[in-house]
Structures are given as structure tokens and as C-alpha cells.
């Protein structure tokens, strides 16, 4: 079974400082790759994934993703953020090509933005 | 004009009592999924439905019980309530198709006291 691990569980930075929140996942076969972002009281929304193609996705808010699939890695990077990027940041994995396959999320990445 | 709602967002309740959380979707998606986030924002897949067919249930105990009247509806009964129920519950929505986007609802917080 696929599983994802997030290495950091806080990442404090301040404002304007580039941001990079590491993913890795377990397997070495095709994978489809996400990051979500949860902000505070809310619900999940998709940042970016990777299906296929370009190793390097972009996503919404300036976020941007890098698939290596050697290292098995999928980490998130800004390179300036700001105080409203403060969310809780989950990588998340499914298996191609069956549709019944369920997204495995990491634990998460808690990212505080520091004025 | 809200993709995935769901009614209540907050659930105070006692032990012991039964309790259902509602969601819709208007986004036309024919998969739609439960998912549960402890309080150490831990997300694990519950259930998941296509076009009203179970077809994901993971290890849940069967005092959760899913329904899905039509496509756009998936609720959630949950019977005799315990404490570790205490959680956010999210609906999410998406087309089957593998890649597909899932669409979260903004969850319901259950709190059982």
C-alpha cells in the first residue's frame, strides 16, 4: 500500500523567505502526486499535482512542485511567502490508472508565516 | 455558489446518541468520498461511492454506515456515538476517472461529549 511521508510537521519562515516542504512516498511505480492546502477552518484545496510529463508543476499562489522520481520525492516551494500562505499543507498520493483508488495523505505540514 | 457543502458544521453530542452529517455536490461528479481528520489533522479515507455503489470501505466500524440517495448526495449516519468519534468529517467530490481533482467540503466538527 502506497503511504506518504511528510518530514516536517512545523515549518516557521518569515515573510518574503522562500519556503520548502519536503514529501516523499513510497513507491517506486507510477504514481499521481498532490498538494493541499488547508487553511484554518476550512476545507482542503488542490495547490498542484503531477500526472504526468513535466517534472517541474506549477500550481496556485506562486507554489510550484518538483517530481523526482528517484528520489521519490514531490516537494512544495515558494519562493517568497506571505502571511495568508499560514495553512496546513498536505502531500498526498493515488495509484494509476484505477479510478476506485483513494488519495493516501501525509500527516501534514503545518507552515507559519512570521511578519 | 458552494461545489461541496455540508450540513451541520458543528456537531456537539452525548455518548451513546446517533447522529447524521449531510453533503452534496453541484460540480456534476459522479465519485463521491467521506474522509476523517483526527485531531492531529491526520486524513484517512472512509468510504467512497460512484454513481450511489460503495466502492471503497476501508476499515470503519460498521456503527458508520454511508448513503447515497442519488450522485449529487452522500450522508453519514454514525450510531451509538463515542468519544473517539470526535473529529472533522469531510465530503469530497470528484469525477472517477484516476488524477481526477477532489473537491472538499468545508467538514463538519463532531464533538462528543
Known amino acids: 500500500a502506497q503511504s506518504v511521508t511528510q518530514l516536517d510537521s512545523q515549518v516557521p519562515v518569515f515573510e518574503e523567505a522562500p519556503v520548502e516542504l519536503r514529501c516523499n512516498y513510497s513507491s517506486s511505480v507510477s504514481v499521481y502526486l498532490f498538494w493541499y492546502v488547508q487553511y484554518p477552518n476550512q476545507g482542503l484545496q488542490l495547490l498542484l499535482k503531477?500526472?504526468?510529463?513535466?517534472?517541474l508543476v506549477k500550481g496556485i499562489n506562486g507554489f510550484e512542485a518538483e517530481f523526482n522520481k528517484s528520489q521519490t520525492s514531490f516537494h512544495l516551494r515558494k519562493p517568497s511567502v506571505h502571511i495568508s500562505d499560514t495553512a496546513e499543507y498536505f502531500c498526498a498520493v493515488s495509484d494509476p490508472p484505477s479510478g476506485n483508488t483513494p488519495l493516501v495523505f501525509g500527516k501534514g505540514t503545518r507552515l507559519s508565516v512570521i511578519a | 455558489d458552494t461545489a461541496v457543502s455540508q450540513t451541520p458544521k458543528y456537531l456537539v453530542t452525548q455518548m451513546g446518541n446517533d447522529k447524521s452529517i449531510k453533503c452534496e455536490q453541484n460540480?456534476?461528479?459522479?465519485?463521491m468520498y467521506w474522509y476523517k481528520q483526527d485531531s492531529k489533522k491526520f486524513l484517512k479515507i472512509m468510504f467512497s461511492?460512484?454513481?450511489?455503489?460503495?466502492?471503497i470501505n476501508e476499515t470503519v466500524p460498521n456503527r458508520f454506515s454511508p448513503k447515497s440517495p442519488d450522485k449529487a448526495h452522500l450522508n453519514l449516519h454514525i450510531n451509538s456515538l463515542e468519544l473517539g468519534d470526535s473529529a472533522v468529517y469531510f465530503c469530497?467530490?470528484?469525477?472517477?476517472?484516476?488524477?481526477?481533482?477532489?473537491?472538499f467540503g468545508p467538514g463538519t466538527r463532531l464533538l462528543v461529549l
Open positions: 461511492y460512484n454513481n450511489k455503489e460503495l466502492i
Open positions: 503531477y500526472l504526468s510529463g513535466s517534472t
Open positions: 469530497a467530490s470528484s469525477q472517477r476517472r484516476s488524477g481526477e481533482t477532489q473537491y
Open positions: 460540480l456534476g461528479h459522479d465519485t
